[in-house]
């Protein structure tokens, strides 16, 4: 009598999705591939060619006047349409999740409008509204007022090209919370302020991080509708991609790519803080 070995019942399905070696290797080979001409060769380009000319060349780059006016340019718009957008997405989403309104549908397709029109489409929308033959150029121009080729157009360019980003990474987390929490602290006599800040907002904490971190990438690497409604006024109208791309027309290719080095260092800040914050939401 032999004994009888027990099998488990899932073992052969297990085995039938396991794919051979060859196929493993294979397709690990190519992402690797993948990610080396398409990720790390452009990297280090970029900053091969920043440094060409020596380590002096390249801060002496950084150091220019046009430089660092296109750096604060840049600062000043991800630091107003952030925090607009951070305000936006969180109320939308908060809306959206908790109820049922008439106009629901509308919303939703209005926060997905910027991921479904080219950026410099955008653009040329504010400049047929804010210019000086638009619609509104002429009222505009009679008070002093200007939009396009000025950083009013550069702000609200980058608002609208961004303020999917945290609607879109908060509302899922919104719906799959769900409200008992919620409706437990109002039955105990919180107040609706005290509600979101001490339930709701903790709850999507990471949600709100991660969506703020997209939102900041894209509001200073934007080029399309940021060069449609900025008029390249060096040193005064020209954020850091718009600079980049005039020093590599005017082939001064050193300080072309001194200066995106900066928005790649940018990059990768923004991959290494977005993994930690998966990590954060992902741990226990």
């Not at 150029?137 to 090209?161: K, M, Q, S």
């Not at 008992?180 to 990471?206: C, I, M, N, Q, Y």
């Not at 940018?266 to 290494?272: E, F, G, I, M, N």
């Amino acid at each position: 009598m032999h004994p009888v070995t027990h099998v488990p019942r899932h073992a052969p399905v297990r085995r039938a999705l396991e794919s051979p070696a060859l196929v493993r290797w294979g397709l690990i080979g190519a992402a690797l591939l993948f990610l080396g001409v398409f990720l790390v060769v452009p990297l280090v380009a970029v900053f091969t060619f920043a440094l060409q000319k020596g380590v002096g060349t390249y801060l002496a780059t950084l150091q220019e006047p046009e430089t660092l006016a296109a750096v604060r340019l840049t600062l000043v718009a991800a630091a107003i349409s952030v925090p607009f957008n951070l305000v936006f997405g969180l109320a939308a989403a908060w809306l959206i999740a908790h109820f049922r309104f008439r106009g629901r549908d509308v919303l939703l397709t209005l926060i997905d409008l910027p991921f479904s029109v080219s950026p410099v489409i955008a653009g040329l929308i504010f400049v047929l509204l804010f210019g000086r033959q638009g619609w509104l150029g002429p009222w505009l121009a009679e008070r002093g007022l200007r939009v396009i080729f000025a950083v009013p157009g550069i702000v609200l360019a980058t608002v609208f090209v961004t303020f999917p980003f945290v609607a879109r990474e908060v509302l899922p987390v919104m719906q799959a919370q769900g409200q008992d929490e919620e409706e437990a602290a109002l039955s105990l006599g919180a107040g609706g302020w005290r509600v979101f800040w001490h339930v709701t907002l903790p709850k999507v904490k990471w949600g709100v991080l991660y969506g703020v971190l997209l939102c900041n990438a894209r509001a200073m690497g934007e080029f399309g509708a940021v060069s449609v409604v900025s008029g390249h006024i060096r040193g005064v109208t020209n954020t850091l991609p718009l600079h980049a791309e005039i020093l590599y027309n005017e082939y001064n290719l050193a300080g072309a790519f001194a200066v995106a080095s900066l928005l790649t260092v940018l990059a990768l800040v923004t991959l290494a803080v977005k993994k930690y914050v998966e990590w954060r939401a992902e741990a226990p």
